[in-house]
């Protein structure tokens, strides 16, 4: 999906089910590329980094947003050094190895972030971006990254299009909060997401809308919760992400 403002050209990367839809976002300037977030497998990976080789321009950086291996798994594949906020870094050093869909390990020091963001201002390859840190929501931390000058706001897991929303941190109040923030702001009429297509800023009433279902429907029953809320949005993609948050709301049992 290709979203061209002012001189900036967005390619947007959007995988299949199997991978959660989750975005990677590649930011064409005049000289060079910057990634937003690494993908979860490797041959996802592997495909946007064939892609960019098209473009002929080098890849500058990659920017992991959070601390969910779905968006840097694949990060290391990319070649580029990885930026992230250094409580996203500690928190992918914690966890450790992971496993992707496919059951393939992904060692840590190939994916760990060496360069810190600092919120505020900076200027790559002429452009401006804004870094902007989020507390609370789909992750307990998240970057948020916006191109004032050309309208763009990458909102990553704080915007989900048409996904199933994944719950496992426990946090609709914070997600809700983070997310009227972000409808509150001015400027921006390009919104991209963490999973699912790029979008407009009527994205975020189809948000706030699922995590106030979300919130009215999530009982103690993660199976009549995910019968519930996919009748409600039957025409959502991943629904197995319904079972994967299960797993952390209620236990190994449920999904």
Known sequence: HLTEKNGVRIHTYVAPDGSVNVTSHVIETDSAVVVIDGQFLARFADEVVAYIAQLGKPIDRVIVTHAHPDHYAGAGRFGAPIHALPVVRDQILARGDVQDPTGATVAVPEV?????????????????YQFEAVVGGEAHDELVVKLPDHGVLIAQDLVYNHI?????????????SAVQRLAGESGYDTVLAGHGVPAGPEVYADVERY???ARELLGDDGDAYKAAITARYPDYAGVFVIDIANRYLFGAAHG
Do not use: C, K, M, T
Not at 112 to 128: A, L, Q
Not at 164 to 176: A, R, S
């Open 112 to 128: 760990s972030p060496s360069v810190d963001i600092v919120p505020g201002e900076s200027v790559i390859d002429g452009v401006r």
């Open 164 to 176: 199933h929303l994944f719950l496992g941190d426990n946090d609709i109040e914070g997600w809700q």
């Open 211 to 213: 995590l106030a279902d």
